[in-house]
């Protein structure tokens, strides 16, 4: 069986990159933008909240090893899919809950997995993320690929994303990479 990828957004990219290059069967993740209007966005353009566009990952991995369902059964516990448009303190369309999908069969997936959390009252409120057709995929720039791993130390590492991870070791410690 191929590589897989999907593209999901859950708040600022620094944050859910980090969780899913922790993941075993991961390959790669990208940050990037997705589901706005222009052609090539940069990050201070998204960071109006008038593109359109929501902060995202683009996760490459082996379904063989890691399925999309506990793929997305991390997401969902990692991220609060009750808040519209935020994550914590950030605010706008751009950090929305959002789940692009490829096909049919992925869209299926995702929904179940919406009903799934839903069932196991994972959050307290109804899950508002955003499920679309998988629009055109922008790379974020440079800077901002493998932030978490890059800047621990740098506050918003340390006081949003890090807990995020943390997160992802004590509630799917089976799912963890070793450290290499």
Known sequence: MADASIVMGGGCFWC??????????????????????????????VC????????VIRVDYDPQVLSLDRLLDVFFAVHDPTTLNRQGADVGTQYRSVVYYGNEAEKATIEKAIERTTAEKVWPGRIVTEVSPLPTFYSAEEYHQGYFRNHPNQPYCLFVAAPKVEKLFKKFPELVAPAS
């Open 48 to 55: 109006s909240g008038r593109t359109g566009h929501a902060e």
């Open 16 to 45: 859910v990159e980090a969780v899913f290059e922790c993941l075993k069967g991961v390959k790669k993740v990208v940050s990037g933008y997705a589901g706005g209007t222009n052609e090539k966005p940069t990050y201070d353009q």
